[in-house]
């Protein structure tokens, strides 16, 4: 069991960074709590690999601290902490049987052979490898061999977190789906702390209680599926989660309502209190599954660009002056013709300033 | 399934039969003319059948050279394979210091083989080479044109300076495409040095370390120039190996029968050993079902 708390944490490659852009990892400051499902989500080169390496201890931070259970880590190396990590390709002792693979953490930590074949028979049943225990490892299918990288990290009574770097990058997109299952599955029986790296939305929507939002080496948010789809903190979290991602528009303010090219869009009282003390570039940012088609005049008028049949909903792209909205509307709603009107619910329209939220 | 026949395909692959006639079927079937007839003149030649071959592989001198070609392959495997995966472990694997290795290591393999034997022939000399003083200053009786021990361990040390770097280029190789991932992970298994050596080098290198094996074995196996410049294969014929025997018979005496016959009992060996090298480091490890 363990609860990771990063304390001030930063790296730089480099050394000597003379600016946030030298860095690979900016200042961050956050606690996982134990038994938690992470993910980190964030586009390549985010930085995601580099905080899970600082974590395993794989790669030494160069400013902060790694807590684990209230006791710092920075200086204890990788195999002496209680993580597993398993790495986006199945790593896998090429000439070792599925059984030697499995038991190789515990022979290396000297572990008698009795307790071995206890935990590593305890470990191949709960990932349906028992069959195959005594095959080459090398043999096995992508899914096999991955869950063999799995079940390494697993066997260690010891392990209080595993650290999850893409894991199903090599996978078929139907056993995906089961292998994601899987570790759920064991995540809830072990309870253990899980975190889970991914580029993919659904994977971490699916697989994690909390996702953490990385963007340029920052943390831009950490929250539940919920929080990110609802109240994004950062433009990013917007456009990166949701399939197309949340509309944002240039805008003023005036009075209780935000001004687009002209056209008034009504603000909750909430928003306004807090848009008091907003500096800087103004957007509002708004759901396309919030979005409404309306009748009233008091909508914002838009141009219908197309309509997009998605099966389950149709999207449509519209045109407010320079900006393009996506709405998305379900199947038995009526289809606008080449011109629309908007409603903005204020209740989900969110203001950002300098692409943070404002709240 | 009918199968469909189309005589002009035939013109598609001639190119291919021609070439590997001109380089490999039309020498090697003169050489298997030449093996079964005695001949005395382009008019005046005799069918003699295995009459070559048995009195090949009868003859005493040439059983000699065939134990101390083995012996000494074996050697030379048995020195630069191990010699050759250490350096490449010790290798930087990145940085500026690498390409200064790599250039250091690829010198020697750019020297000609004569070169190499009049090098070490020089250097190696009691009277005037630095190697050979040297040793003699600290007390050890060295003379390698004298002494067949003497001659056998020089012929030995020239090679593996000569080809060690094969070796070691190849290791490093098969190091450097093992990816980053497979040390993580060992680091966080705990393995100790040694079991990610045994475990994951050693395997990721298996199939580099054939070619190396396989490679060296074949050119040593047919060594010639280097010990014929710096020992003329003695003292005695201490180190008078397989080419050297067989140059003197085809060349040098104009046995052109018998050294026929030699040709290709020598080609058969090197071509079962290298199957036999080939079979067993591909199965190796194959144990687990």
């Known amino acids: ?359 | 399934m009918e199968k469909t026949y189309y005589p002009k395909a035939w013109l598609m692959v001639l190119p291919v039969v021609a070439i590997v006639s001109f380089s490999a079927i039309v020498p090697l079937m003169t050489v298997i003319n030449y093996s079964v007839q005695d001949i005395f003149g382009p008019e005046n030649r005799y069918f003699v059948g295995m009459e070559w071959f048995r009195e090949i592989l009868g003859d005493p001198e040439i059983r000699g050279a065939f134990q101390r070609q083995f012996l000494f392959s074996f050697a030379v495997l048995a020195i630069e394979i191990p010699l050759g995966i250490a350096i490449a472990l010790c290798m930087p694997r990145k940085g500026p210091w690498v390409s200064v290795v790599l250039i250091l290591l690829a010198l020697p393999l750019l020297v000609p083989w004569n070169v190499v034997g009049t090098i070490w022939q020089m250097f190696a000399r009691p009277d005037i080479g630095l190697l050979g003083i040297g040793i003699n200053g600290l007390g050890i009786d060295y003379n390698f044109t004298g002494n067949s021990i003497d001659a056998w361990v020089t012929v030995l040390a020239m090679d593996v300076w000569h080809w060690t770097s094969l070796a070691v280029l190849l290791c490093y190789a098969g190091l450097q495409a093992i990816p980053d991932a497979y040390y993580q992970a060992a680091r966080i298994d705990g393995a100790s040095r040694w079991a990610v050596f045994r475990y994951i080098e050693l395997p990721k290198m298996r199939g580099v370390l054939m070619i190396a094996i396989l490679l060296r074995f074949m050119d040593s196996f047919k060594i010639f120039a280097e010990p014929f410049v710096l020992t003329g294969g003695g003292p005695g014929d201490s180190t008078t190996f397989l080419s050297q025997y067989l140059t003197t018979m085809a060349v040098g005496q104009f046995d052109l029968g018998p050294a026929a016959a030699f040709s290709i009992i020598y080609f058969l060996v090197i071509l079962l050993v290298s199957y036999v090298f080939y079979q067993v480091i591909n199965n190796l490890g194959k144990g687990v079902s």
């Open chain 1, 1 to 359: 069991m363990a609860k990771i708390e990063l304390r001030n944490l930063a790296h730089s490659y480099g050394g000597n960074p003379s600016g946030p852009q030298d860095y690979a990892l900016r200042r961050m400051d956050h606690v996982w709590e134990d038994g938690g499902a992470y993910a980190l989500l964030g586009p390549s080169g985010c930085g995601k690999t580099t905080l899970l390496n600082i974590i395993s201890g794989l790669v030494q931070p160069s400013e902060g601290e790694v807590v684990f259970d209230g006791q710092q880590v920075n200086t204890l190396p990788t195999e002496r902490r209680n993580v597993a990590q398993v790495f986006q390709f199945p790593v896998l002792y090429d000439t070792m049987s599925v059984y030697d693979n499995l038991a190789f953490p515990l022979r290396n930590r000297g572990v008698s052979e009795d307790r071995i074949r206890e935990r590593v028979e305890e470990i191949a049943a709960m990932l349906d490898l028992g069959d195959v225990l005594k095959r080459r490892a090398v043999n096995l299918g992508a899914d096999a061999k991955q869950k063999i990288s799995v079940g390494r990290g697993l066997v260690r009574s010891d392990v209080a977190a595993v650290l999850f770097d893409e894991p199903l990058t090599v996978i078929d997109p139907h056993l995906k789906w089961r292998l994601r299952r899987k570790l759920k599955e064991i995540h809830e029986r072990l309870q253990l702390t899980l975190v889970y790296v991914t580029h993919d939305q659904t994977e971490a929507l699916t697989f994690a209680d909390r996702i953490v939002v990385m963007s340029e080496g920052e943390v831009v948010q950490l929250g539940t599926p919920q929080e990110l789809f609802e109240r994004p903190a950062h433009t990013f979290v917007g456009y990166f989660i949701g399939s197309p991602g949340m509309n944002f528009l240039d805008c003023g303010l005036d009075g209780d309502a935000a001004v687009v090219d002209g056209h008034r869009i009504p603000l909750s009282e909430e928003v306004l209190e807090a848009a008091r003390q907003a500096e800087g570039r103004l957007e509002i940012g708004i759901r396309p599954e919030f979005l409404e088609l309306t009748e009233d005049s008091g909508g914002v008028p838009a141009e219908v660009e197309f309509v997009e049949d998605r099966g389950t909903h149709r999207l449509i792209k519209t045109r407010v002056g320079d900006n393009e909205l996506f709405v998305k509307l379900r199947d038995d709603q009526p289809l606008p013709a080449e011109r629309a009107r908007l409603r903005f619910p204020p209740e989900w329209t969110l203001l950002y300033a300098n692409s943070r939220l404002v709240r």
